[in-house]
């Protein structure tokens, strides 16, 4: 009588759990349909370092690859806007992106500030010159990252705000580079470069975060999700100086879209 009895209840049991999943399923695709979804900002979200770049995208870089895209393909908004770009600035997002975030806009996503504070003329610096210089330009960017991005964060976050008031907007940040505590057996910068680089992303990620809090966006911190996958890692995310695509370097892997962007991502969309 008893093991029947468990038979019966495991057997309802189970049949309970999976009419929940598929309820579970069905909503959230019934929700993905209602989304009209445009993803804003720089490289980090156009994909730049992930390979399969779309030709139409030219010098912009948007790659299938990009944790945008990713998103996309698992969920089907109702419509999707990619227009994410390799060097953009808060000024270009302003003045070339902003125009595709609409009243009918729910969601958007977007990274930026890194080249507004000069992120490729310093790593520049440190990879050429001596750590003196390299300490220097980092300097100079965390001061610019304290005092002047703020106002053109908030100039871009106030654009997304009256374009589509009530859309989720979702603010990522940008990785801390390397694992210091390989950097002893690792070739190329000094300790001392790569902590004030990681000191440096740790800076501008803070500003970010201030700033989208005054517009009641969604901070999302992917820096965790890279952890154990930096520069030094054995299975490392992100790209370290890449001769033979030099834009690509200090850029995710397409496994670091898919392995921290993407999940980070789709937890707070």
Same mark, same amino acid.
């Given at each position: ?24 399923? @069905?909503? =959230? ?34 790659? %299938? ?15 999707? %806007? ?7 600035? %808060?000024?270009?997002?302003?003045? =070339? ?8 806009? %729910? ?8 080249? #507004?504070?000069?992120? =490729? ?7 050429? #010159? ?25 100039? @871009? ?47 501008? #990620? ?34 370290? @100086? ?21 999940? @980070? ?5």
């Amino acid at each position: 009588m008893m093991p029947t009895l468990v038979r019966r209840c495991t057997t309802a049991l189970a049949a309970t759990g999976t009419a929940l999943a598929l309820t579970v399923a @069905v909503g =959230s695709a019934a929700h993905a349909a209602t989304v009209n979804y445009v993803a804003l900002g720089d490289s980090y979200s156009s994909g730049v370092g992930a390979g399969s770049y779309t030709s139409s995208s030219g010098s912009c870089d948007r790659s %299938t690859n990009a944790y945008s895209q990713l998103w996309t393909n698992a969920n089907g908004p109702s419509s999707f %806007t990619f227009v994410a770009c390799s060097g953009a600035t %808060t000024s270009d997002v302003l003045s =070339s992106q902003i125009a595709s975030v609409t009243s009918s806009t %729910t969601l958007v996503s977007i990274t930026i500030g890194g080249n #507004d504070v000069g992120f =490729s003329s310093v790593m520049e610096t440190c990879v050429l #010159d001596s750590t003196s210089s390299c300490v220097s330009a980092v300097n100079t960017a965390e001061s610019e990252a304290e005092n002047q991005l703020p106002a053109k964060l908030d100039a @871009v976050y106030a654009a997304i705000k009256a374009a589509a008031p009530n859309a989720r907007v979702v603010v990522l940040d940008y990785p801390e580079l390397y694992d210091l505590s390989k950097s002893s057996s690792c070739i190329g910068l000094s300790t001392t470069d790569r902590t004030d680089l990681n000191q440096a992303a740790d800076i501008l #990620d803070g500003v970010i975060q201030t700033e989208a809090a005054k517009y009641n966006d969604v901070f999302a911190d992917v820096r965790s999700a890279f952890s154990g996958h930096e520069i030094c890692d054995g299975s490392s995310w992100l790209h370290s @100086v890449n001769i033979l695509d030099i834009d690509e370097s200090y850029h995710p892997t397409a496994s670091g879209q898919s392995g921290a962007y993407y999940p @980070v991502f789709s937890s707070n969309a």
